[in-house]
């Protein structure tokens, strides 16, 4: 499917591909293929499908949930950036390692705009990593732009983030204004907490998992934190 095929369909309500398809076929689906579909409410993506691509589904505005199947092993960025209705993202189970793609910044006259997989999503409010999530990129859930308007905050609340996260974007949680709780899986690996990760959150406590060498520059900047707790690696 070629970049933006479908762009700015304002009557396309749903999409749906074969259940799963032919062994040892792979589908390409180029760059914001379905950008802008405005009505866009359902989708169904195929179990084989490896890639979801940039701004696959950006600013489709009543989108309101996604089934990510477990062949998908990347998700680059803005794949649902602005989708606004946007509450739930379920994973299928599986054990293929799957990474979410950095972020970009983006310089305009209005100042840096910050770009991501679900940027604008103002109803993504509690979010789950799956088990086989191995790379969260940069930017994560920084503010992104509300169709190039000024910069959305990002509205999640809470994140679950797994044992098996070998990388940690920088800016991960940056000035997520509404982000309260973060848990990290039992077993968590990672030595870094990177710098500005949750720089003007609202978290009021934090466990750092034992195992933690480093803190980053402005890691906990800025915060509502009341109780902390070091681990004796750091």
Not at 115 to 122: H, W
Not at 127 to 145: A, L, N
Request: include cysteine.
């Amino acid at each position: 499917i070629w970049a933006q095929a479908f762009f700015y369909n304002e009557n396309i309500t749903r999409v749906t591909f074969s259940a799963e398809l032919p062994e040892g076929n792979e589908l390409k689906i180029e760059p914001q293929a379905f950008w802008w579909c405005e009505s866009l409410a359902y989708v169904q993506l195929p179990k084989g499908l490896k890639t979801i691509p940039e701004g696959l589904f950006n600013y489709c505005d009543v989108l309101e949930e996604i089934y990510i199947p477990n062949t998908v092993t990347l998700i680059e960025h803005q794949a649902f950036s602005g989708c606004k209705a946007l509450k739930k993202v379920t994973y299928e189970e599986g054990t293929e390692p799957l990474e979410f793609a950095d972020g970009k910044a983006q310089s305009t006259s209005e100042g840096m705009y910050y770009y991501s997989v679900f940027s604008g999503c103002t109803n993504l409010k509690n979010f789950v990593f799956p088990e086989r999530t191995t790379k969260i990129g940069d930017y994560m859930f920084d503010s992104g732009s509300d169709r190039y308007g000024p910069q959305t905050p990002s509205a999640v609340e809470s994140v679950y983030i797994p044992a098996g996260v070998t990388t940690l974007g920088k800016y991960l949680f940056y000035q997520a204004t509404n982000l309260k709780s973060v848990t990290f899986g039992d077993g968590f690996e990672l030595t870094e907490i990177p710098e500005n990760m949750f720089y003007k959150t609202k978290i009021t406590q934090i466990t750092i998992p034992e195992g933690v060498e480093t803190i980053g520059k402005y890691a906990f900047a800025y915060t509502e934190l009341k109780s902390v707790s070091i681990p004796a690696s750091v």
